[in-house]
């Protein structure tokens, strides 16, 4: 590996270490996405491995915190105005993308408020989880 490639990497890798304090869920959703991107990079670029490993690393992680970003929004958002939350995209790979926040009530025990998310893929539902959305003191 070349000074200039491990340079990069060092200054990724101090960045990510230095800011999970200030956006938990956007560094382990951008972890995630770099992890997901550096090894289809790898994988797919036969010729220069690392190269693709870098850059699809770089794009997974921008890819990941994006969309732990939008989860947290729009959870807050749909348990705070307890409504259901729609974001939509027309720019995801091969098609449109889409998340559903929906409030489903409180925990009579936390008295934090159930919101279910839903992450779809063209008409494909990827993801589908209920989770606990505490306001912050």
């Known amino acids: 590996m070349t000074n ?24 382990q959703g951008g972890g995630v996405g770099a992890y997901a991107g550096g090894l ?35 959870a807050r958002e749909a348990a705070r105005y307890n409504r259901p939350v729609v ?5 995801a790979p091969g098609g449109y993308g889409g998340y559903i926040a929906e409030p489903m009530g409180t925990d009579s025990r936390t008295r934090c408020k159930k919101v279910r998310e839903r992450i779809y893929e063209n008409d494909r539902l990827v993801s589908d989880r209920v989770k606990d ?5």
């Open 40 to 74: 289809a990079g790898a994988l797919l670029d036969h010729r220069n491995p690392w190269r693709g490993g870098v850059i699809g690393a770089a794009l997974g992680a921008l890819a990941g915190a994006t969309i732990a970003e939008v989860s947290v929004q729009g």
């Open 87 to 91: 974001y939509r995209t027309d720019n």
């Open 4 to 27: 200039g490639y491990t340079g990069v990497i060092l200054l990724v890798a101090l960045s990510l270490v230095s800011t999970p304090a200030c956006a938990p869920y956007q560094v």
């Open 133 to 137: 959305v505490c306001e912050e003191r």
